[in-house]
């Protein structure tokens, strides 16, 4: 996809374990490109590990290397399967794990950088639902630098980092007869269990939770998976579950009602059509999911904080501050395509405004830009201060100037004020509230940008402007929440903790990935493996990037 570069050199694996096969192999179409030298030193480097030469198939876009040092794709015949997927050598790939070690990068203190660590234990699955991975690609995340640098996010150390990977499963669960995922798939795993360091990216093995991994599709480039994992996770349960978004009809209006069913050991393929599969997970949360298996310290917010009749409804708006970043981008399309709400997005238009538009799901793009202060107006003033749902992904303090942008009992105008009149209709939720503060139009404000298709309407209707607001921080609160706003962080424990719930994340983007539903965001791929994560963090941080991912490969020709 445009942006993306594809940078050979790099730390690579021994990959001779595993093999890709395919009847076709010899009719298809080659060419060739060579990796560079690898990584320089780091402190802890004790060898280098030599490029590695490969090949690309140009029939099925598909990388894979000139001799033995990738697998090779399977391709069954019969029935199509529609997930990458490859084939382990046992004896080869034991002989690596019978050896145990393995490379990682590890963080000795805080404000240090990451170093380079040969010999280091590959880790072992400890239950009957994990997985052993090995690492294809890393996915970079903001608070892979944050963390280090302000000293949090590291339970003891030295400790190894990384949220997000995409992998192949090298080990199966106990139970993989039963399993959706199988040995050989090539899925993506978003590790929210920061605390188990098995379960840290900056490895070339780690375990995964069988419910926390979604098989990458075939017709998607590993380097736009790898980054895509923890984004989705904290999107959808930032809209299902602190907000109580229903997605529950999405599977019937976007042909995404495909279920699963188990071929034996070569996986799953696509089972007959259901009538609903998309997600209600506020449901899910008090109706079928064993309370007991849900953290005590987000109980409350998985189970008490937002009420049935405070649930957005379709034509309602939602503002994301921040719409640019990975996990807003999948905000607005989940929250435009699959609820249909309203979406009205803050972001520096200059730079990102295009494409948040080309998603055809902002219906308002606002400047964060020159002064934030005055997007927090306009956001007010667009929406008639009648704004009920918000969702930061940047900090505290543009999170403190959405929340001031957003309705509370106290202030919401009137029925009669706003030209409703307070007939029956608006009483039951019917009517429509004028998009206009202190007598200006929404459409005088020079700092937004909005799909020519739209109406300047809010859908808000005067039922839900009695009901409290709620607002999602990712990365920070305000201090202080008036009476008639509610505050909520997304809690992403849960998606690990309790299977059903993480299942189900998992198998839906399996489906929206499947189907093309959502749109990714563009990738740009660093060089040097693990040892090139120093500089590609420090380009992250630097906001060089704007709103592409980074990722890193630690496997070429994938």
């Known amino acids: 996809m445009p942006g993306i570069q594809r940078l050979l050199q790099g730390l690579s694996f021994h990959l001779s374990s595993l093999r890709r096969s395919s009847s076709n192999d010899t009719a298809n179409a080659k060419t060739t490109a060579t990796n560079g030298a690898a990584p320089a030193d780091t402190a802890e480097k004790t060898s280098e590990v030599p490029g590695q030469t490969l090949s690309k198939d140009t029939t099925n876009g598909v990388a894979k290397p000139a001799a033995q040092s990738w697998p090779e794709k399977i391709e069954p015949e019969v029935p199509p399967f529609p997930f990458s997927k490859y084939e382990v050598d046992e004896a080869e790939e034991g002989q690596r794990l019978q050896k145990a070690e393995q490379d990682v990068l590890l963080v000795h203190g805080p404000g240090q950088e990451y170093v380079l660590r040969r010999g280091y234990s ?19 995340n903001p608070i892979d630098w944050k963390g280090p640098k302000y000293n949090f996010g590291l339970p003891s150390l030295p400790w190894i980092n990384g949220r997000d990977l995409t992998g192949v499963v090298i080990k199966t669960s106990t139970r993989s007869r039963t399993s959706r995922i199988q040995r050989g798939d090539l899925i993506i795993c978003p590790s929210t269990d920061y605390r188990d360091i098995r379960k840290a990216a900056f490895q070339e093995y780690v375990v995964a939770l069988e419910h926390t991994t979604a098989r990458v599709p075939r017709s998607l480039p590993v380097e736009n998976s790898a980054g895509v994992g923890v984004a989705f996770v904290a999107a959808a349960m930032s809209l299902g ?12 209006e976007l042909g995404l009602g495909e279920d699963y069913e188990v071929l034996g050991d070569k996986g799953t393929r696509p089972a007959s059509p259901s009538k609903s599969k998309g997600l209600d997970l506020f449901k899910m949360f008090r109706e079928e999911v064993d309370t007991n298996q849900v953290p005590e310290d987000v109980r409350d917010e998985c189970l008490e904080l937002v009420t049935a009749e405070e649930r957005p409804r379709p034509g309602d708006w939602i503002a994301i501050w921040g719409a640019s970043s990975a996990t807003g981008f999948l905000t607005i399309q989940l929250a435009k395509k699959l609820a249909g709400l309203r979406t009205l997005c803050i972001a520096d238009s200059a730079r990102h405004g295009a494409a948040l538009l080309e998603t055809g799901c902002a219906d308002l793009v606002v400047d964060r830009l020159p002064s934030a202060e005055r997007a927090a107006e306009v956001v007010r003033g667009v929406t008639g201060g009648n704004l009920r749902f918000a969702i930061d992904t940047v900090g505290r303090e543009s999170a403190t100037l959405l929340q001031g942008a957003m309705a509370c009992p106290e202030d919401v105008t009137s029925p009669a004020a706003n030209g409703d009149g307070g007939g029956e209709g608006a009483a039951k939720g019917e009517g429509e509230v004028n998009g206009r503060a202190n007598g200006t139009e929404p459409n005088d404000h020079p700092l937004f940008m909005r799909s020519p298709s739209q109406p300047l309407i809010s859908t808000n209707s005067t039922a839900a402007l009695l009901k409290r607001s709620h607002i999602v ?13 509610v505050q909520h962080k997304v809690p992403i424990k849960a998606f690990h903790a309790v299977p059903k719930v993480g299942e189900a994340l998992m198998t839906w983007l399996e489906r929206l990935l499947l189907n093309g539903t959502i749109v990714l965001p563009d990738t740009e791929v660093a060089e040097g493996g693990l040892g090139g994560v120093n500089e590609a963090l420090e380009s992250l941080s630097k906001g060089e990037l704007g709103a592409r991912r980074l990722v890193v490969p630690l496997v070429k020709g994938v």
């Open 241 to 252: 579950v602190c907000l109580g978004v229903d997605f529950s009809h999405a599977g019937v």
């Open 122 to 140: 590959i880790p072992n699955p400890a239950t009957e639902d994990e997985l052993l991975v090995k690492v294809v690609t890393i996915g970079l």
């Open 473 to 485: 921080g990712l990365t920070g609160l305000p201090k202080h929440a008036p009476p008639g706003i």
